[in-house]
């Protein structure tokens, strides 16, 4: 009996220690959660696409068939944004990026938004960016991403008109110039 009552208490006592342990891990998360917000950032710099790195050289054609180039693009302002239709967050960020392109007054010719396609699942992003980007559709994380070095979606990155990436990251926020 006195075996039983020794086993009850050490599992009782693990229990604790596990209960424990569970509420510092997820202290810790709503922690790193915050940090972003709190400094004001955008999140970190996408490693990919460094700010200050030349838009890398790319070809492909936009939804009506048009060309589309690195060169094209040169001697504006432009931001790229990379989704894939089975990203829940780039659905989300697809309203944010067109807030931006209106607050900074970008063209459809200044936004150049490639989306990867899995399946014929584009139409959703086609017909919200209809209009107000360059689409450019092709396969997930597909030659134009490649060029880029994209890794992940969503990924945003803004470009001088000399071509030279100034910001990038995963939110729409990094396309932001940077606060002092």
Do not use: W
Not at 63 to 89: I, M, Y
Not at 128 to 138: M, N, P, Q, Y
Not at 158 to 169: E, F, K, L, P
């Amino acid at each position: 009996m006195e075996i039983l009552v020794g086993f009850v208490v050490l599992i009782g006592a693990v229990a604790l220690l596990n209960l424990l342990l569970t509420m510092a891990v997820v202290r810790r998360l709503r922690q790193l959660a915050e940090q972003p917000a709190a400094r004001g950032s955008a999140g970190p710099e996408l490693e990919e696409v460094p700010a200050g790195s030349p838009v890398p050289s790319f070809r492909s054609r936009t939804l009506p068939g048009e060309p589309v180039t690195s060169e094209s693009l040169l001697g504006r302002e432009t931001v790229f944004a990379f989704f894939d239709t089975g990203c829940s967050v780039c659905k989300s960020a697809i309203p944010k990026l067109l807030a931006h392109a209106a607050e900074k007054r970008l063209t459809p010719g200044q936004v150049v938004v490639v989306v990867g396609d899995q399946g014929g699942e584009s139409g959703e992003y086609t017909g919200r960016l209809d209009g107000a980007a360059t689409v450019i559709l092709e396969p997930r994380l597909g030659p134009v991403a490649q060029a880029f070095g994209i890794q992940g979606v969503p990924a945003f990155v803004r470009a001088d008109a000399r071509g030279t990436v100034v910001t990038s990251g995963n939110t729409v926020d990094a396309l932001a110039p940077a606060r002092v």
